[in-house]
């Protein structure tokens, strides 16, 4: 077996090791971040790992509704570092008079559907420590804003290291079906008080989130109830 072949065996591996598969949440969305790297790293091309990822763009949604406005901010992050774009569509539920907010990820399967993994996970920590953090600090009138946004860059910074060392772009047809769709501006957000205590405290969880999350990283120093 050649070399190349083993990276793909690999990455067809860490693929495996999905939710539906056994592995914990965690452990898929650190699975998911190593394939992609590897995939990235070697030129992977889609039709090389067969059925595990087809190299047609799709669009994949989250199951549930996503409330609070920082989830464009950390949707959008999440995607450049997988090749995609991310987008926000509002629809009615059978469950709710009022329009609830779904985060779509574009992309080659592999990269939309490991985004939206690695998005949901990371949306989950980072809503989990803001509001402890708002708890323990509430007279920061926007501490929650706060240490979220934080949170945010903090991913921004751990995924940009590794988008900009292996310089990844987001492929031509992804480009070119984002580009056709009929997407309206998002809503302008609140203006928030702003808190540099909170705003570093959130970018520390957030660097440590991405961190924590690697194959070959340590314990995690958070932990999800």
């Not at 290291?161 to 769709?181: E, H, I, R, S, T």
Request: glycine share 6%; net charge neutral.
């Amino acid at each position: 077996m050649s070399n190349r072949e083993q990276i793909i065996e690999r990455i067809k591996k860490l693929l495996s090791h999905s939710v539906e598969n056994g592995a914990t949440e965690a452990e898929a969305v650190a699975f998911a971040l190593k394939a992609q790297k590897l995939i990235a790293e070697n030129d992977v091309e889609d039709w090389e790992l067969g059925e595990e990822c087809k190299q047609e763009v799709i669009e994949a949604t989250t199951e549930k509704s996503y409330s609070r406005a920082w989830r464009g901010f950390l949707a959008a992050t999440v995607a450049e570092n997988f090749r995609c774009k991310a987008i926000q569509r509002q629809r009615f539920t059978e469950t709710s008079s009022r329009r609830k907010t779904f985060i779509t990820f574009i992309g080659y399967e592999c990269d939309a559907k490991a985004a939206l993994m690695v998005f949901e996970h990371l949306y989950a920590v980072g809503n989990k420590l803001g509001k402890e953090h708002e708890n323990r600090y509430y007279t920061d009138k926007d501490a929650y804003e706060n240490f979220v946004r934080g949170f945010t860059q903090g991913v921004e910074d751990e995924l940009a290291k590794q988008c900009q060392a292996l310089m990844l772009v987001c492929p031509k047809d992804v480009d070119d079906y984002y580009n056709n769709m009929s997407l309206k501006q998002p809503r302008r957000q609140r203006a928030i008080f702003g808190s540099e205590h909170s705003r570093e405290a959130g970018r520390a969880a957030g660097r440590d989130a991405v961190r924590s999350r690697r194959v070959e990283g340590g314990k995690p120093a958070y932990q999800l109830a």
